[in-house]
């Protein structure tokens, strides 16, 4: 269980063993992320393939697009996000809301900004294994209000994978995972816990906190540290004025050979190639590709 307080708790706290920013870069259709994961300092880590911070307005956005081999979690902090599918599944995701997708054996969807204004949030993409690549397209979806929330000791976490300070998600990680947003108040402490065997990190979205060392320098927004060995991590919220809010994500490593190809991660060049092979001619997971198209689409080719 996750606990705010005494660092007696932790018997091998976790500390930070590399850091960096995440820079703006162009994605989609005129949009914007800052990539961390995913990009050429960091490649993959095992078992996140990609973590975007986006920031898009219409026109821009994410059309008519493929994935197979993985999941994306998309957690909206402004704004709001409209999404569709080949298999007729729709909807606008708001502020606060989470969804959980599963590709698995193949899916086309669009992400496209809904009303005025710009969207932020994040996107996670979480490897599955050699034995779930080819599953069934699933989605779990969370409304901001349904998100399980827990709060002492001026620590507040949204938990939308895993457990924190008592407070559990529903969501089911075919790959293990656990995924906490966490706010804490001017001077707040907290400590919390993570299976020893999982690669860990966390990602600042406002304020600055000391990870790791109470003696560590503050990290502000935009920056992804990497979590060394340990049983659990250690932040401090040293400003006497200001919050800081950022992500913590665990994951188990799944140890297996990683063959990527934009939105296509497989286990092997050969699988890949299969792939490419199965979107192109609309088989073996893809047979929808071949007539559908998005309503945004189809409104922007009229």
Known sequence: MAETGHPCALHKPRLVVRKFQARPQREGEGAVVRRSIGRFELKYFDPFLVLDEFSVAAPAGFPDHPHRGFETVTYMLEGA???????????????????WMTAGKGIVHSEMPAGQGTAKGLQLWINLSSNDKMIEPRYQELQGKDIARAAGNGVDVRVIAGESMGARSPVYTRTPTMYLDFTMKPSAHLWQPIPESWNAFAYVLEGEAAFGSEKAAPVGPHNLLLLGGGDGVEVWNRSPAKAVRFLLVAGEPLGEPVAQLGPFVMNTEEEIDRTIDDFEYCVNGFEKAKWWRSESTVVTEG
Do not use: N, P, S
């Open 81 to 99: 996000v409209k999404h569709e599918d080949f298999e007729g599944h729709k909807g606008t995701i708001m502020a606060g809301d989470l969804q």
